[in-house]
């Protein structure tokens, strides 16, 4: 499996923003699709993920309640909408795919796209 992720850009504080990932191959119900963002001098972080199966979704603690995760399995595409955006959202945003939520369970990752968020 390959993914390619999309829509990051430059947004202000309180816009929304939507990032989407496709992905290339078979996705298996089990496969935990996920996003993980990481700022200049920071850790990589968990952001938000999705089993692909059932629809389960997870989010980190500074995200919950702004951003969603979505998923269309005929498109094979998943889906960040990130509301009341805020500047320490700015960050490179990974979509990865993996069997579980923590970052070692994750194996497969696209390539980052920028979001900065300005005050």
């Known amino acids: 499996v390959q993914l390619q992720a999309s829509g990051g850009g430059l947004v202000q504080a309180g816009d929304s923003l939507r990032l989407s990932c496709t992905a290339s191959?078979?996705?298996?119900?089990?496969?935990?699709m996920g996003w993980f963002r990481q700022a200049p001098g920071k850790e990589r972080e968990f952001v938000a993920g999705i089993r692909w199966g059932a629809g389960t979704t997870y989010y980190g603690g500074s995200v919950k309640g702004r951003f969603t995760i979505s998923r269309e399995k005929g498109k094979n595409t998943q889906t960040l909408q990130m509301n009341s955006l805020k500047p320490e959202d700015t960050a490179v945003y990974f979509c990865?795919?993996?069997?579980?939520?923590?970052?070692?369970?994750?194996?497969?990752w696209g390539q980052g796209t920028q979001v900065t968020v300005s005050s």
């Open positions: 990865a795919a993996g069997t579980n939520y923590d970052h070692a369970d994750f194996h497969t």
């Open positions: 191959g078979r996705i298996f119900s089990s496969t935990v």
